[in-house]
């Protein structure tokens, strides 16, 4: 098992690395932006369904089913249900893409409620009479509050400026001192305001191009935006345009910007299910590499379209978007030849809906719910996150250092676990499978618990030498250091439930995990609200839905590990092993924080100092944990190398 998961592992430590490396140089590009927001949140929606399908979720139910039919009815019969389970996937995710491309603004006004404006009015119905409204926004966390006027043209946009006055803006805040809410005059030093023609009384006149910026300070506590928005008579022989007046708490351009992406990149949901597919007959015949491997041509695709960008100087986040779709392509592609040079073609033919599809459909829909969980909770926290302007960046960047050890084990012990637990249950072997469980938690916990510490440790200095370049500010790295902390008390949880789910999906229980999966959703949708509204007003909104996000996975870790009493159990070695993992880590945690503080002048001297000083803390915590881990007698010489063995 050790061996399939070094080779998996190995091609997914490749696609990280090349994966980390795209978005550094994204993020120096682009920084924290309104372009970011839009790509990340339009990319979320497809990168999710590829975790989902291409990590396991889809495969929970395919494997199982096609492995005992290849065991008791040979491979003819087994390539058969392969071939239409291909078919019909292509028919059905064809047409569903079809329709969500058409209706991307409604499905994305879901995904990411906080681009939508705050409050909108339909100018033509007030036609030439007037109107006054009382504007009140709520600031906390925002960087900014913004004005649009929306007209076919700069003439109407011009028309309908002169006749709305904007009076009595106010911003709100608690003094420190009294805890009684003071307001501050909009048109002072504080904030910047750029759109506005100011007149004497006290009020303000919207300019010509339509678009006010009101940019509030770093680490601001305002909490409410107030204003009186009033509209004048228009003269009597003037004509009434159509037009649209809308606040916001993020550039206005965001929405459509994203919705524009995600129609763009969309069809890589589809190519990211069939490629799991091909993924899932190529691992049952113990083919692991290409299926590892695959994931790199989204990097490579993706460093080609930075590259274009910054030789024509082109900053647009289509050509990013441009590059997803036909890394899906390629991804795809290489699976299918490859299925093809091993003899195990899959070709299309005409879907048919036999007793073994729905019985794939009908394990097919929990198990998605239950092995894409994770993926869930991150949407979710998307959602929420996308009330925090920044705020998806900031968790999108901490993902990407987390989701380094944790794609290279977690979902390298599942990709290996559930067709080799599979076959040892179909084999009559149940003791068999349960060992391998247990030792998936030991391999899985041995190398991702000194991860998490270290991420707790020093999350600031680790994300500010890999991102802190370009538009990425020392502001940004604190933020994300702050959600990478937040997410690290997760990580050992997230790998755990990449390997207790094979107990469950191998002899095909997926309701069982799905419906614990919904216990976890709940949990982190209550804890994400309420800890996103306890740190906004500081700023730091984002960190708490990472943290919910750890909670959530430790609680599905209980319902899972719970729910295989009587078939994995961990005896009293195996509970101190954990133990011993445990010690080592926390006492690397305090090596590595007095390494960080007596280097820490060092860091303060440039980009590549900061590198030189990362690789040095890196370096010494994994030679400390290594040698901890022989004298602590956690594991020793001799079982690494049966591991590779066999």
């Known amino acids: 098992m050790l061996r399939s998961l070094m080779t998996v592992s190995g091609f997914t430590l490749i696609s990280r690395i090349l994966g980390f490396l795209r978005d550094v140089i994204l993020m120096a590009t682009f920084g924290v932006s309104m372009t970011t927001d839009a790509f990340f949140a339009a990319f979320r929606f497809p990168n999710m369904f590829r975790r989902i399908f291409g990590e396991g979720a889809f495969n929970s139910a395919f494997i199982p089913l096609f492995g005992r039919k290849l065991e008791e009815e040979g491979r003819p019969e087994a390539m058969y249900f392969a071939r239409n389970a291909f078919s019909t996937l292509l028919m059905v995710l064809g047409i569903g893409s079809i329709f969500a491309i058409i209706g991307m603004e409604f499905l994305m006004m879901a995904v990411v409620p906080g681009f939508r404006p705050k409050f909108e009015r339909d100018l033509a119905v007030i036609g030439k009479t007037h109107a006054s409204y009382t504007v009140e926004i709520d600031t906390e966390g925002a960087r900014g509050i913004y004005v649009q006027l929306d007209g076919n043209s700069g003439e109407i946009r011009g028309q309908w400026a002169e006749r709305i006055k904007i009076s009595d803006p106010v911003l709100i805040r608690k003094n420190a001192e009294t805890g009684k809410d003071e307001e501050l005059a909009l048109l002072s030093e504080e904030v910047t305001v750029e759109g506005l023609t100011v007149t004497g009384?006290?009020?303000?006149?919207?300019?010509?191009?339509?678009?006010?910026?009101?940019?509030?300070?770093?680490?601001?506590?305002?909490h409410t935006f107030q204003a009186v928005v009033d509209v004048r008579d228009l003269k009597a022989n003037a004509d009434v345009y159509p037009a649209d007046l809308r606040f916001y708490r993020n550039d206005p351009g965001t929405f459509a910007l994203t919705v524009r992406l995600?129609?763009?990149?969309?069809?890589y949901l589809l190519f990211m299910a069939l490629s799991a597919h091909l993924s899932g007959v190529l691992n049952t015949f113990k083919s692991f590499a290409m299926p590892a491997a695959a994931p790199i041509l989204l990097n490579i695709s993706l460093l080609g379209a930075l590259g274009w960008i910054w030789s024509t100087g082109k900053v647009e986040g289509e050509i990013l978007a441009w590059a997803v779709a036909v890394a899906g392509f390629l991804q795809f592609a290489a699976l299918?030849?490859?299925?093809?040079?091993?003899?195990?073609?899959?070709?299309?033919?005409?879907?048919?809906?036999?007793?073994?599809?729905?019985?794939?459909f009908l394990l097919m829909g929990?198990?998605?719910?239950?092995?894409?969980i994770q993926q869930i909770n991150l949407l979710v926290g998307g959602i929420i996150a996308s009330f925090q302007e920044g705020g998806i960046s900031f968790i999108y960047a901490s993902e990407r250092v987390y989701q380094l050890p944790l794609g290279m084990i977690g979902i390298s012990l599942g990709v290996v676990l559930l067709p080799e637990v599979t076959r040892q249950l179909r084999g009559g072997d149940p003791e068999g499978a349960a060992n391998s469980i247990l030792k998936g938690m030991e391999w899985g916990l041995l190398l991702t618990i000194p991860a998490a510490v270290a991420m707790m440790v020093i999350p600031v200095p680790l994300i500010s030498a890999m991102f802190e370049r370009g538009e990425f500010t020392a502001?940004?790295?604190?933020?994300?250091?702050?959600?990478?902390?937040?997410?690290?008390?997760?990580?050992?949880g997230y790998v755990l439930i990449k390997v207790l789910q094979p107990g469950y999906f191998a002899r095909e229980n997926t309701k069982g995990p799905m419906l614990m999966a919904g216990v976890t959703v709940l949990v982190n949708v209550v804890v994400s609200l309420i800890l996103f509204l306890l740190l906004r007003p500081y700023g730091f909104g984002h960190v708490g839905i990472a943290v919910a996000t750890s909670i959530a996975a430790w609680v599905n870790v209980f319902l899972l590990w719970r729910g295989l009493r009587g078939f994995v159990r961990m005896h009293r070695r195996g509970r101190k092993q954990v133990a011993r993992m445990v010690l080592a880590s926390v006492l690397m945690g305090v090596a590595l924080w007095f390494g960080w503080v007596g280097m820490q002048e060092y860091f303060l001297q440039g980009p590549w100092q900061k590198v030189g000083v990362l690789v040095l803390l890196v370096g010494l915590g994994a030679s400390l944990y290594g040698w901890l881990v022989l004298k602590l007698k956690v594991t020793t010489i001799a079982e690494l190398k049966e591991g590779f063995g066999r």
């Not at 009384?201 to 919207?206: I, K, N, S, T, V």
């Not at 995600?262 to 069809?267: G, L, P, Q």
């Not at 030849?337 to 794939?360: D, E, H, S």
């Open 201 to 222: 009384d006290g009020g303000a006149y919207l300019d010509g191009t339509g678009l006010v910026r009101i940019l509030l300070p770093r680490k601001h506590k305002y």
């Open 262 to 267: 995600s129609r763009i990149m969309f069809c």
């Open 336 to 360: 299918w030849l490859t299925c093809l040079l091993k003899k195990v073609p899959i070709l299309p033919m005409r879907p048919r809906l036999t007793a073994n599809m729905k019985r794939l």
């Open 366 to 372: 929990p198990g998605v719910l239950a092995a894409g």
């Open 475 to 492: 502001h940004d790295s604190v933020q994300t250091g702050y959600a990478l902390a937040g997410f690290a008390l997760g990580l050992p």
